[in-house]
């Protein structure tokens, strides 16, 4: 399944004008970087963070050609902006000097994750862009925490996996077409992401010790492991049902 659904015969005016809420977006990128000296601190430092936002929005560009972005999109390029700014800030390791700062601008990103889906709600505005939009993000911004805590407390490439885990999934779905069916909504599976996200950033304060930062990055991997494993077998056991009928 792609990234996004395509539809390539919108005209050209409309992805110029698209194009242009996402250049007013990497001037809040800019705006925004030169208000955190800490983060943004070497020339590696921008340039990874603009490199971010320049993939992400030709991304955009590509699958949303359709013009006005949509105010619950705007808010998911905000969250980009500063998913942008996360990634730049790895760069040199200048995070570990402004550690409260990045801590504080993931969790801002983390906490937009729903004003857009409930402006796209009020808006009824949803789309399957939009939705996809937001998962993407929300995974980027895993596995970039994912990074820097293996920076910070050096607990080894395995916390990598917390925030990749998806990404394997994804690529095994190439082999395995089965694992790319729809799952069920599950508690279970909201309840694993959140404390993933909740462990990454108290494994990441200063205040958290290496030993409870290794912890809690292990509790997140094992709840992760546990919920992919049980999604898997599932899709498993359902491909096998429908082959039998």
Known sequence: MPLFSNASSYTLPKRLYGAAELLLGGMLLISLGKGLPLLMATPANWGVAIGFYTFISTLVVIFWPYGSLGWANRVTLARAVLVALVAGALADNAFAGGIWQWLAIAVVALLLDGVDGWIARRTKSH???????????????????????????????????????RYLFIVASWQFPWLSKPLFTSFRRKAVCVWQVVALLLALTPLTSHFLASLLATSALISLTYSFGFDVWWLYRKSKHSKQN
Request: charged share 20%.
């Open 127 to 165: 789309t399957r862009f939009g939705a996809r939009f937001d998962m993407e993000l929300d995974a980027l911004l895993i596995l970039l925490l994912c990074a820097g805590l293996l920076r910070l407390e050096s607990l080894g490439l395995w916390v990598l996996l917390i925030g990749g885990m």
